[in-house]
Every structure is written in structure tokens, then in C-alpha cells.
């Protein structure tokens, strides 16, 4: 019933979904990089009431997104913006994931 009993019993309560954290050194233990990225976005939120309309809220939403993750991958958001935009019109359906942020070939 001490307080360090009650730590140990909770640690050994959630093992489980520490696990990989533990067995894995990349991961993070927290989400602080994610929310430093979405500082930006979250500052400036008031002004994003007036966006337009529910549909030019959304296409800023897609739009945020594609950015920070090409940002959290390490790539250029503008020049992978711009040659994925001119790679679309050629590109098969099924080969649509080559586009993603984290296959952009530097």
C-alpha cells in the first residue's frame, strides 16, 4: 500500500504498451514533435473560422496535412508539392502511394 507499490503496480499494469518503446530506441515516448509541428496551425486557428466554407475547410485541412507530413519526413514541401503535382496526370491509381511524402526520392 505504499506509494512506490502503487507505481510498480501500475507500471506493470501497462507493460504491454510500453513494450514497444522499450524494445525499440527510435520511438518517441511522448508526441511533443507532433505538437511542435502543429503549432502553426493551432495559433492561427481564429482565423481559420473564416475560411470560406465547409469545403475550402477541408481542402486547408488536406492541404496542412500533406505539408507538415512532408516536413516530418525531412522533404521540401514545395518541391515535393510541385513534382507531385506533375507527376499526377501520369500516374497510374495503383502507383498513387509513390507520391507520398515519404517515398519522395530526394
Known sequence: KTPLAAAIRYALARIARLRPWLDHGVLEIDNNAAERAMRAIALGRKNYL?????????????????????????????????????????????????????????
Do not use: H, M, Q
Not at 496535412?65 to 499526377?88: F, M, Q, S, Y
Not at 501520369?90 to 526520392?105: M, Q, S
Open 50 to 106: 473564416f475560411i470560406g466554407s465547409e469545403a475550402g475547410g477541408r481542402a486547408a485541412a488536406i492541404a496542412y496535412t500533406l505539408i507538415e507530413t512532408a516536413k516530418l519526413n525531412g522533404v521540401d514541401p514545395t518541391a515535393w508539392l510541385a513534382d507531385t503535382l506533375a507527376r499526377i496526370p501520369d500516374c497510374k491509381i495503383n502507383r498513387i502511394g509513390d507520391l507520398l511524402p515519404w517515398n519522395y526520392a530526394r
